[in-house]
């Protein structure tokens, strides 16, 4: 199964680049998305997020990365790099406030490379993943805002100059 979903995503991006879309385009329309076009090459902002993420004592639970997977069946595409973060103390917050929400940790951060050698970093703000579950209870609004702050640290000291 895992496999298949795979072969799919990966069918994705290839027919994307085929047609000519871009990677790096399309966040104008993306309600609650945070967006930082850099200056700095794909690897190197891989390199300051994660270095970001530790410095904000936050946890780098999960990584996947479609430009490995096409890699590995012999396709290049351009970087594209999804990087979950959370902490344990947010997790039995975030529980204690809704248990639905629980598949919306850890929250991810959107590595793309663009065209032109640059990379940017994109995240959809922990607010705006969290809304749904809110129901009128402030836990979990407060719990987000909170993180909405860590995010928001994190991204701008990964995207510096």
């Known amino acids: 199964m895992t496999r298949i979903l795979s072969a799919l995503i990966l069918g994705v991006f290839m027919l994307a680049a085929q047609s000519g879309l871009s990677f790096g385009g399309g966040w104008d329309n993306l309600p609650g998305w945070s967006v930082h076009k850099t200056a700095h090459s794909y690897a190197d902002l891989i390199e300051r997020l994660d270095a970001a993420v530790k410095a904000n004592k936050m946890g780098l639970v999960t990584r996947a990365s479609a430009t490995k997977g096409a890699a590995s069946m012999g396709t290049t595409i351009p970087g594209n790099t999804v990087v979950g973060v959370y902490r344990p103390d947010f997790a039995i917050r975030m529980l204690e406030a809704s ?63």
């Open 99 to 161: 248990v639905p929400a629980g598949i919306e940790a850890p929250i991810r951060f959107y590595i793309t490379e663009n065209t032109d050698g640059t990379a940017t970093l994109s995240y959809k703000t922990p607010s705006a993943v969290f809304a749904p579950y809110t129901d009128g209870g402030d836990k979990l609004a407060e719990m987000a805002a909170e993180l909405d702050g860590i995010f928001a640290k994190i991204a701008g000291e990964a995207t510096a100059p």
